[in-house]
Each structure stands twice: as C-alpha cells, then as structure tokens.
C-alpha cells in the first residue's frame, strides 16, 4: 500500500517500508552528496540504509550549490574595516526600536551585517525580563559596541574595554573593534575633536581597531587616520537630526584627503540619515557606507524603511560606481534627429555671430 510524505515541501507518494537509501536511489541521487533530515531531525548517511520512512513524514533533501545567480554584492568589492570583511555596506543601530521584535525585523530587512550597541548599566533587562542579546543572533551579527553619551575620552576609553569584556565572553568578533563617540555637549551631541583624537590614540595602542564619529572637517578627519582610526566616520548632520548630508563639498574634501593615498581606506557617513534618498546621495559622494539608526527606528513603518535604506545603499553605491553623466545647460536628445521626415524646424548649428 503506498504512503504519502512530503519531501522538500511537495507531496510524494512512495511504497511502505521505503528506507531512505531507497528515496534516494529511486531519485537518482548520490548519497555522498546530498544531506537528508526527516521531520527537522538530521538522520547521518550511516543510518539511511535502516531509516524506514513513515506515513506522514516531512523529507528535506539538500545539498551544496554555488552562490546564486548574481546578487548585488557580486557587482562590488567587498567593504573592508581593519581586519573586517562584508557585504553590506550599511550598518544599523539597536535603539530606539518599539520593541525587540521590531528591531529583530529591521535587522533581518536592511541586510546589515553589523549592528552598534551601547553600554549601559540601566536597562539590562526590560520590564518582561528581557535581554537585548537575548534578541541578537550573535552568530549572524558582528556587534559593534559604541561609546555613546561618553564626553570625555577618559569616559569613552572606559566603556570601549567593557564593551570589548562582554563580546569577548560571547566569542563574537566584535570585542575587536569599537565604534567611538566622545561628544562635546548634550544640545548639539557634535564630537569633541580634541577628546576624540586623543581617545583614538589610546585605544589604538591598546588592540583596538577604532572606528571613529567625527565631524566633517577634512583636516580632522586627516589626523584621526594618521592616530590610527580603522575608519573615519564623519556626521552627515546632526545625530538623530534626519537632515541628511548637509555639507556634501567637505565630504568629498575628506574622502579625497583620505583616500588620496589610500583608496581603499574606508569613509562611513555616521548620524543624520532620514530617508532613503539621503542614504543614495552619500554613496554616490562616494562613502564607503553609511551607518544609521533613528532613520529606520523612529520611522513610522521601521520594517518599510528599513527595506528602502537596504536598497538605497546599493543603488548609491552602483551609481557611484557607474560614474554619472555630466550635468549639462541644454539638453541632449536620446534619439538621433538625423533621418527625420521633417521637424518643421531648423536644425542646422547656430552661430552667435
């Protein structure tokens, strides 16, 4: 009598007593090259000779294939940050979500494939009991802890090491690195030149690989490469602000200062991201990333918007890439006027004289 199963999500009808062996020779499939679960449960190759499929049975049959049919990443070089390596050149922040369920959603739509976190004593837990952490799959993510709300370099340095304690017990391969913020003042949340210059020196000289908020003055973000910041990352505008790129000529004075020498020195536009459109303009100035976070989580549909800055940041980055037409005065038609039947017009080149 046959039964039924299901076998990589179709239904399938097969003789009793049929073991796995026998599924996949009547599939002309290589046992060597395939791996086979039975109702979510790995059976080992060494068992499919006496594993007898049941009535009811959800079959999954995998093996291994290339990387796909050419997704975005394969148009670009990867983003590299010290001794970091992705994808992904947009990278988002943990807070301000409703809820952790939210954020969960938001990471998994914007394609980041790392995340900043703060420090903090309060809060390790919300009023269900729940941990961030609790909510990050620290085997996807590379954290990335930051030193925000820190208005001293003494501050920053401090909560940069705990940061990098509490990664190191998780095994991620975030305790390498830091996102620094050293601030000057709660009202405008602008970074400390002086505090933050000599904060990257220090953590540099202990281990750590700095990735640096700064302001967009060329000639600061010059010394905090040379201090040696993995990455500079000057403010589009103010944190949380959602103006976007306000002052696109000093971005492209420090992507020249800094990759003048360096091209494949990274620049990441840090704070004041508000939409989408503002993610596409500072890669096309030619950014190598863009790192936000109120922009999607403060969003009336994060989810929405975090799909849209997914998709920004590559649109950006391939028009960058691509080199844009020249703006011209007049314009330029798309179709040849030679061979018309008649324009009514003349087209002959004019003459000022």
Not at 10 to 39: H, S, Y
């Amino acid at each position: 009598m046959p039964m039924r199963i299901q076998l990589n999500g179709e239904p399938k009808l097969l003789e009793e007593r049929t073991t796995i062996m026998g599924l996949l020779k009547g599939l002309a499939l290589d046992p060597r090259r395939v791996a086979v679960e039975v109702n979510r449960e790995l059976i080992p190759r060494t068992q499919h000779a006496q594993s007898q499929l049941q009535e009811g049975d959800e079959v999954e049959i995998v093996t291994l294939v290339g990387g796909g049919a050419g997704s975005e990443a394969d148009l670009d070089a990867p983003l590299r940050v010290g001794s970091f390596t992705f994808h992904s050149r947009l990278i988002t922040g943990s807070g301000k979500y409703p809820n952790f369920e939210v954020m969960q959603k938001c990471l998994d739509a914007s394609g980041c494939e790392v995340l900043t976190v703060a420090v903090r004593r309060e809060r390790l837990i919300d009023a269900q009991g729940r941990n961030l952490l609790d909510y990050i799959d620290t085997q996807r993510y590379t954290i990335l802890p930051n030193t925000a709300g820190c208005y001293s370099a003494e501050d920053a340095m401090r909560h940069a090491r705990l940061g990098r304690e509490i990664l190191s017990g998780l095994n991620n391969p975030g305790a390498k690195w830091v996102k620094l913020e050293c601030l000057a003042d709660p009202k405008t949340l602008l970074p400390d030149p002086i505090g933050t210059l000599e904060a990257t020196a220090a953590l540099v000289k202990e281990g750590f690989e700095v990735m640096v908020y700064s302001n967009d003055d060329p000639i600061v973000a010059k010394k905090l490469k040379d201090a040696g910041a993995s990455c500079v990352m000057p403010a589009g505008s103010p944190i949380g602000s959602g103006q976007g790129v306000l002052n696109p000529n000093n971005i492209r004075i420090i992507l020249e200062y800094l990759k003048g020498d360096d091209p494949q020195y990274p620049v990441i536009i840090d704070a004041g991201v508000g939409t989408a459109s503002d993610v596409a303009i500072a890669m096309e100035l030619g950014c190598d990333g863009v790192l936000l976070n109120t922009g999607i989580a403060s969003a009336k549909h994060p989810v929405r918007m975090a799909h849209a800055m997914k998709h920004a940041c590559i649109a950006g980055r391939l028009a960058f890439l691509s080199g844009r037409i020249p703006k011209k005065l007049y314009a330029t038609a798309s179709s040849p006027l030679e061979g018309m039947i008649s324009t009514g017009l003349d087209l002959s080149p004019k003459s000022n004289g």
